[in-house]
């Protein structure tokens, strides 16, 4: 009996992984993978002094943080690594970042946190390949405001880094 329990426990055992044995299934859709947006869009020869104001990517000179945070979003990457690839191909181009904060906050606090997302878009401008000597931050806090409606959608706007070329 003892013999007949193993074979019997052994055969539900088997029953039992290969009915928890997951199939594998063949996707249906036809799409074509998304580009990851790390990827540099510039390969480099490709500016010339004059694409920062033709270039769509490089017109884009504003990068939009959320609430109290310093983390760049990911749908930012592919706009900084268009100006580092410029910065990268003009070594003699200069660049100040300027950041910004909502009205929340204290004065001193929006100052530091506009300072910290500077810090942080040139540190992936850095990442990406610029020099730190082509990169100036400076921090304007709550005090430049984009927007001064006093609702989420508008302090959104203000919640940024702006990039400005002061050296082409």
């Known amino acids: ?50 694409s920062l104001d033709s270039d769509s990517c490089l017109r884009q000179r504003v990068v939009y943080f959320d609430l109290d945070k310093t983390e760049i979003k990911p749908q930012f990457a592919a706009q900084i690594a268009c100006h580092a690839e410029y910065l990268r191909q ?24 506009g300072e910290r997302r500077g810090n942080a878009v040139s540190s992936a401008l850095t990442a990406a390949g610029a020099t730190s000597s082509q990169l100036n931050v400076v921090s304007y806090g709550e005090e430049r405001p984009v927007c001064r409606q006093h609702n989420e959608e508008c302090w959104s706007k203000n919640r940024r880094v702006e990039i400005v070329y002061t050296a082409r």
């Open 90 to 113: 003009f070594p003699d181009a200069r660049v100040t970042l300027e950041g910004n904060a909502d009205e929340r906050g204290s004065r001193e606090y929006n100052l530091g946190l």
């Open 1 to 50: 009996m003892n013999t007949a329990f193993r074979i019997a426990f052994s055969v539900l055992l088997v029953a039992g992984v290969a009915a928890c044995a997951k199939k594998a299934v063949k996707p249906t859709t036809t799409e074509t993978p998304a580009v990851t947006e790390t990827q540099p869009v510039a390969p480099s020869g490709r500016y010339t002094r004059d």
